[in-house]
């Protein structure tokens, strides 16, 4: 029946609710491992048992062929892998052991999907959880908390339910983890924004070097509607590449190939003994990374840093480099997040700015509100690149920084700020380029489309403000009515003061 259908906001609350057991003993960004693997394991087993119900509807009394049905579906589940089983085992003395021969068991089932998946996981850790009193008291308070959830397919309400809840806890897990998020989540609307920007198509190879959680890929692969495209990522830190296998799976991303290391200095994505390439790389690097591997860098057997070798210090532009060499040279785009500072600091970081603009390779530069980032204040803009421009060697400059819904911890933006944004860069692409030296306003403190030579006499400097004039002329202050203001507001005072004194001689206060 329609009314009995779980709803998505249900399963938050839930699993959130389940989250209390965890927090007294260890932050968020340690605990949504923990808290996402249950989830994880809990919806196979209900996915599970729905099959299981189907087939035995359609095979009464044949148990083997029910068997054989469910030996063709999507993933296997072990009898000790099942929520169901573990819950049994719940009052257990070895309770956090018997949840990890259960992952190990469905890892060992699913070989080609789950490989590693649960390996840098344990609850039966008493670094984690403590000794063994403890930890049996808050596993089983975990198990019967989600033993609340019913998340059988044909009891929930809608197919893409349980993805989106997956998608929707890692972003509140985010909110809660300070800095470390940004290292596994691209805020939602930000992902949506540079997903609709780089138009993937039909049949393209997508990748993100830097995937962390998987939520970009997953929005880039949503924009190309139906399943023709293949995804691909890489992660450095293990859990979080965990957790992005976990969200593929549950997205029915399946065949995505998604390797475990670092994208800078050990490139997993690889055919023929060379860099993998690709119709679309995204990215939300780490800004600004300290010692990504400068010192090997010049030495590279990929031949990505050709351009010159960015900075020890900051390495936004060994990000940029891999993205663009692992494009294809004809048609690749590339959208990446960026610090303000990569459009305009110098030294070798300058170099490699002139050399990508002068090779036509930069599309559009983008800046964004402050505050949209988990962890972090600052502003950031996006870098557009396309090896596919042509003869028009025009350059978009968007400055969107003012357009945005004002949050409490975090700003937004919203949907009416992503098509303004899109929507200026689709234009812009349909316009012939300008055939005078100078560049011209699309929009009145908005865009300007910029030539080269406008940016050969800014140096190849790419500061948004250089390019789209924001400026606000300054309202000219009578200054009799400011002083008229000043003497009736110090009156108003004086009156409140007497009052007040004459309140607190009648409480005896004076």
């Not at 209390?20 to 394991?41: A, E, H, N």
């Not at 960015?310 to 990000?319: L, V």
């Not at 911890?409 to 316009?431: A, G, Y």
Request: proline share 4%.
């Amino acid at each position: 029946m329609a009314e009995n259908k779980i709803t998505q906001k249900e399963i938050n609350n839930i699993v959130w609710k389940a989250c209390d057991s965890l927090r007294p003993v260890m932050g968020s960004g340690q605990y949504k491992d923990y808290i996402l693997t249950l989830l994880f394991v809990k919806y196979l087993s209900d996915v599970w048992k729905d099959k299981v119900e189907q087939y035995r509807f359609k095979y009464p009394d044949n148990e083997e062929m029910v068997q054989r049905q469910l030996q063709r579906e999507r993933f296997i589940l072990p009898k000790e892998s099942n929520f169901d089983y573990i819950y049994e085992l719940r009052n257990e003395a070895n309770i956090g052991e018997i949840i990890d021969i259960g992952l190990t068991a469905l890892e060992d089932s699913n070989r080609s999907k789950l490989a590693m998946v649960f390996r840098s996981i344990s609850f039966n850790s008493e670094a984690v959880f403590g000794l063994t009193k403890q930890r049996n008291t808050i596993l089983k308070n975990l198990l019967v908390d989600f033993s609340n959830l019913d998340l059988q397919p044909s009891h929930l309400e809608g197919n893409d339910i349980i993805g989106d809840s997956y998608e929707f806890l890692i972003s509140l897990f985010a909110g809660e983890a300070g800095k470390k998020a940004g290292e596994f989540y691209t805020p939602n609307e930000v992902s949506t924004l540079l997903a609709k920007l780089v138009e993937p198509q039909p049949g393209n190879r997508i990748c993100d070097p830097t995937c962390g959680s998987g939520s970009l890929l997953i929005k880039v692969a949503k924009e190309v509607g139906g399943k023709n495209y293949s995804l691909y990522g890489q992660e450095n830190n293990g859990s979080t590449w965990a957790l992005c296998r976990m969200n593929m799976f549950l997205h029915e991303q399946d065949s995505a190939t998604i390797e475990w290391g670092d994208t800078i200095n050990n490139p997993k994505l690889l055919e023929n003994d060379q860099l993998m390439r690709f119709h679309i790389v995204v990215a939300n690097p780490p800004f600004s990374l300290d010692k990504w591997g400068a010192d090997t860098a010049v030495a590279d057997q990929f031949n990505r840093f050709h351009r010159g070798v960015p900075p020890k210090s900051k390495g936004d532009y060994a990000f940029i480099s891999h993205m663009i060499e692992t494009t294809y040279e004809e048609s690749g785009k590339v959208g990446v997040i960026v610090p303000h500072g990569v459009l305009f600091r110098g030294s070798s970081e300058g170099q490699i700015r002139k050399k990508l603009i002068d090779e036509n390779l930069l599309e559009a530069v983008i800046g964004l509100p402050a505050n949209l980032f988990f962890g972090t204040g600052i502003p950031a803009a996006i870098l557009i690149f396309n090896r596919g421009k042509g003869e028009n060697k025009d350059i978009l400059f968007v400055d969107a920084s003012r357009e945005y819904e004002n949050g409490k911890n975090q700003n937004k933006l919203r949907e009416k700020d992503i098509e303004h944004i899109v929507s200026t860069l689709k234009s812009f692409k349909v316009i012939s380029p300008l055939n005078t030296e100078k560049g011209e306003v699309i929009e009145e403190k908005y865009s300007y489309r910029a030539t080269i030579t406008d940016i050969i006499e800014n140096d190849y400097n790419l500061n948004i403000p250089r390019y789209v004039d924001t400026f606000e002329e300054e309202v000219e202050v009578d200054i009799k009515a400011t002083q008229a203001n000043i003497i009736a507001l110090k009156s108003q005072l004086n009156e409140i003061e007497l009052q007040m004194e004459n309140y607190l001689k009648e409480l005896n206060l004076l």
